[in-house]
Structure formats: C-alpha cells, structure tokens
C-alpha cells in the first residue's frame, strides 16, 4: 500500500497569514503515460464529509477560492492557503488515488491563531 | 445535483450484520465506479471497498475481505455494503463517494455504524 504522511499534525496560523500543508507518499503518485500526479486534497469539517478542494496535485475544484494552492510532484505535495480566513478552519487530508487501495494522510488540523 | 444518501447504519452487537445501502440521483449511476470511505471517530477517512459500473469488479481492503460484500443495482441506482462478521472496529461513520478521473468529488453525508455489545 502506498503510505501518505502529512505534516505538521497540527497548524495555527493567523487571520491573513499562508498557512502551508505538505504530503508525502511513500512511492511515486505520478503516472507517465499523462504526466498526471494522482493525488488530491480534501478540507473536512465537523459532522460533514471531506470536500475535493484540490485534484491532481494541483487543479483546483470548481468553486474552491483561489486562495487554496496545491504544488509538488512524484512524492512530495503541498496545500498553500494563501491568505488564512475564519471559514478555513478544519482538518485537512492528502489521498493518493494512483493504486488501490486508496489511501489518506492522517490529516492536519488547521486553527486560527 | 448530484446527491448520494446513505442509509442503513445503526448500533449492532459484535458478530451481527448490517447491509448499508446509498442512493443515487442526479447522475447516469451506471456510468460510475463507486466506492466505500468509512472514517472512525476522531480518525482520519479509510477506503474499504470499490465496484466498477456492472459489479463485475469488486475491491477491498484486507480488514473487510470475507466480511464486506460491495453491490449495486443500476436500475434502482442504489449502491450496497453488505456488513457481516461485524467488530468493534468496524465503528465508523460509513460514506459512499463516486470516483473520477478527480478521485471523489462527491461524497454522501454517511451512516454511522456502531459496534458494541
């Protein structure tokens, strides 16, 4: 299984600052045949499912603000929030969709600070 | 609007059975792979299983093979995890998600399945 690690755990960032999420997988994401990295990021809130804010590593979801980033290549991914508002609070997940099974990063619980 | 509505979830007894189902509107059902999230309190989502559009692919993970049976039924748009053999482990709140080539952009609100005696 390929092994997705998220860090930090936790992130406090204040209003308006960037706060920065990075993903590794355990072995590459990235398929040759489209040059296309199979790995999405998802924001959780309380009592909701996951949201697709991201989708091969860096395409962003229909009607997720520009402020929401994502970055990298091969194993190493990253989310940029560029500019922290209160609505982004919750706990945010890399997942690799390259290989069943699909497997998720532990999560990164973002706060205000 | 697509929308997916999960049902079926509820408190059972270790070594009991459950059969979850999730409903589909909104979009062409059979055109789909759907899979099964569950996500444990407090813990982050976990894939269990996968079917391709005419059941003739069926995928799980380790812990839930020779338990959990994954279906559909294209004409009722209906998706279905047939839970047996159930533990304490298997507490969860239960998703369907719908793949694409963006991996789950739409998810159900989940059913939640507690095991305990």
């Known amino acids: 299984d390929i092994v997705m690690t998220q860090s930090p755990d936790s992130l406090a960032v204040s209003l308006g600052e960037r706060a920065t999420i990075n993903c590794k997988s355990s072995q590459s994401v990235l398929y040759s045949t489209n040059n296309k990295n199979y790995l999405a990021w998802y924001q959780q809130k309380p009592g909701q499912p996951p949201k697709l804010l991201i989708y091969w590593a860096s395409t962003r979801e229909s009607g997720v603000p520009d402020r929401f980033s994502g970055s990298g290549s091969g194993t190493d991914f990253t989310l940029t929030i560029s500019s922290l508002q209160a609505e982004d609070v919750a706990v945010y997940y890399c997942?690799?969709?390259?290989?069943?099974?699909?497997?998720f990063g532990q999560g990164t619980k973002l706060v205000i600070k | 609007e697509v929308q997916l509505v999960e049902s079926g979830g509820g408190l059972v007894q270790p070594g009991g059975s459950l059969r979850l189902s999730c409903a589909a509107s909104g979009f062409i059902f059979s055109n789909y792979w759907m899979h099964w999230v569950r996500q444990a309190p407090g813990k982050g989502p976990v894939w269990i299983s996968r079917i391709d559009h005419d059941g003739s692919v069926r995928n799980y993970t380790d812990s839930v093979k020779g338990r959990f049976t994954i279906s559909r039924d294209n004409a009722k748009n209906t998706l279905f995890l047939q839970m047996n053999s159930l533990r304490v482990e298997d507490t969860a709140v239960y998703y369907c998600a719908r793949e694409s080539d963006r991996s789950y952009e739409f998810w159900g609100q989940g059913t939640l399945v507690t095991v305990s005696s």
């Open positions: 997942q690799q969709y390259y290989r069943t099974p699909r497997t």
